[in-house]
């Protein structure tokens, strides 16, 4: 399928320039175990910036911290200059986001149809006339045909769709995505990970990742991490044997193309 960021679509957040700075960054818990530790990295966009590194890495905590839902024991963080740590309603005003399904579908499935959902995340964003950008989006997105469906029954593909169209629906210019292609069939992760490339040509899209090969060539920087250690770059400077090695703890790699790779069994088993 073709997708085109259509000018309906991304309107206001267009493709002006954005940015996100963690600036000496340490987030943990009451334990005093710091989850991430004087963590410096300035996002840019528009363009995909890709978040590797193995299960328990602080990558959710990382986006977490970037929309304001944790607040880091240390440092701060600003969009577009605005200081938003700690403040989920101020970096609201910036970010949309999309979580990861396997937590979604954890939560209590209440009924809901499509179109509602994104009129009421529409309404939520202060907007009142709703059914043109509904419409714009559902198009794009290719959900016209299941706006009047329960948005529980539809199929895993189906249901990223609506989560990326509520994420699109304020027209924020920065999307953060929590692994948006788990518990998606191959074919429909080709699809997704094409449509979120075509997104990031107008946007910040800041992605988790455990499998870069469906993102790398729309990839603009990439922050590999593990804890107290990261390296952030091109991916040429990134994906390294001996970097991922030091991030995944293990030696073994594999090339493609131009890069090096982990096999992380969180996806080849899933």
């Known amino acids: 399928m073709q997708y085109v960021v259509s000018s309906e679509v991304v309107k206001d957040g267009g493709s002006s320039l954005v940015e996100v700075r963690l600036v000496n960054v340490s987030v943990g818990y009451g334990n005093g175990d710091l989850i991430l530790k004087n963590l410096n990295v300035v996002f840019t966009g528009p ?78 964003g202060g907007r009142t006339e709703s059914d043109d950008r509904i419409k714009a989006i559902s198009t794009f997105l290719d959900l016209n045909n299941v706006l009047s469906s329960n948005l529980w029954e ?8 609506v989560f990326i169209a509520r994420a699109l629906i304020n027209d924020p210019p920065i999307i953060v995505m929590d692994e948006p292609l788990a518990e998606i069939d191959p074919k429909g992760r ?54 991922l090695a030091e991030i995944y703890g293990v030696s073994s790699t594999h090339k493609l193309g131009d890069y090096s790779f982990i096999h992380d069994f969180h996806v080849c088993c899933r």
């Not at 609201?92 to 990861?100: A, K, L, S, T």
């Open 47 to 124: 363009g995909l910036i890709l978040i590797l590194g193995p299960n328990g890495a602080g990558k959710t905590t990382l986006l977490r911290t970037i929309m304001g839902l944790i607040k880091p024991l240390r440092g701060k963080v600003f969009v577009n200059g605005v200081e938003v740590t700690g403040n989920p309603k101020v970096a609201g005003r910036f970010i949309g986001y999309v979580p990861q399904l396997s937590l979604m579908t954890q939560q209590i499935k209440y009924p809901i149809t499509v179109y509602e959902f994104l009129k009421t995340a529409y309404r939520l």
């Open 154 to 161: 539809l199929s895993g593909g189906q249901r990223q769709r």
């Open 190 to 243: 080709e699809d997704l990970a094409n449509l979120i490339g075509m997104l990031s040509k107008r946007k910040l899209i800041i992605v988790t990742s455990h499998d870069p090969t469906y993102f790398i060539r729309y990839t603009k920087s990439i922050l590999l991490i593990n804890r107290h250690k990261y390296f952030y770059g091109q991916a040429s400077d990134v994906l390294r044997s001996d970097r």
